[in-house]
């Protein structure tokens, strides 16, 4: 069965600063990689995805990801960051099945909560 | 404008009284799941329905019920079984075709038990 884990519940970084928000996951065949973001009280936006292809990722908002197969890790960075940036971010995976369509269920790792110092 | 709406944005409910909450959506998805977010605990799966009249249990279940009668809409009942229904509920859809896993969210409904 297929897991994520975000190891880093929250991430204080001072603005205009770098970022890394980890993602490392488990599963036992190919999977699809996604990152969400969530600011407070609304639903789940999609920032990057990584399906086939370049491991580097690019996303909305300045965000890109690095997929790396051998680590089985997939994280979130940024060169520069803005109080806009405030937010809960979600990482998640799911199976590649037979016919190259995800299982029909993502999971969803436990969320990072980013928070930008002015 | 294309999306998911979700009603009511907040709902208070009494112990031992069913509740419903509503999704719908214009955006001819085929798929559409509910989710139970929790903090510290992330999005877990309750339900979802890749067809109409068909629907599959999510790794949380137990003490929901959902129906799916028409594409549009795939309400999800909180029954007086759930042992701890205070949470934030978010409803998501899936166009259907080759998989790329974006799903489409509403802005949540928060349900309190008082």
């Known amino acids: 069965a297929q897991s994520v884990t975000q190891l880093d519940s929250q991430v204080p970084v001072f603005e205009e600063a770098p970022v890394e928000l980890r993602c490392n996951y488990s599963s036992s065949v190919s999977v699809y990689l996604f990152w969400y973001v969530q600011y407070p009280n609304q639903g789940l936006q999609l920032l990057l995805k990584?399906?086939?292809?370049?491991?580097l990722v690019k996303g909305i908002n300045g965000f890109e990801a690095e997929f790396n197969k051998s680590q089985t890790s997939f994280h979130l960075r940024k060169p520069s960051v803005h109080i806009s940036d405030t937010a809960e971010y979600f990482c998640?995976?799911?199976?590649?099945?037979?016919?190259?369509?995800?299982?029909?269920?993502?999971?969803f790792g436990t969320g990072t909560r980013l928070t930008i110092i002015p | 404008d294309g999306g998911i709406t979700q009603s009511p944005k907040y709902l208070f409910r009494k112990e031992g009284q069913n509740v419903t909450l509503s999704c719908e959506q214009n955006?001819?998805?085929?798929?559409m799941y509910w989710y139970r977010q929790d903090p510290g605990q992330g999005l877990r799966l309750i339900y979802y329905?890749?067809?109409?009249?068909?629907?599959q249990k999510g790794d949380i279940a137990e003490g929901y019920s959902v129906s799916r009668e028409k594409k549009e809409s795939f309400p999800l009942t909180v029954t007086s079984a759930q042992k701890n229904p205070t949470a934030f509920y978010l409803c998501?859809?899936?166009?259907?075709?080759?998989?790329?896993?974006?799903?489409?969210f509403g802005e949540g409904s928060r349900l309190t038990v008082l």
């Open positions: 955006l001819n998805h085929d798929a």
């Open positions: 329905s890749q067809i109409v009249n068909d629907f």
């Open positions: 998640a995976v799911s199976e590649i099945g037979l016919t190259n369509f995800g299982n029909e269920k993502l999971t």
């Open positions: 998501a859809s899936r166009g259907q075709g080759w998989y790329t896993g974006e799903l489409f």
């Open positions: 990584y399906l086939s292809g370049s491991t």
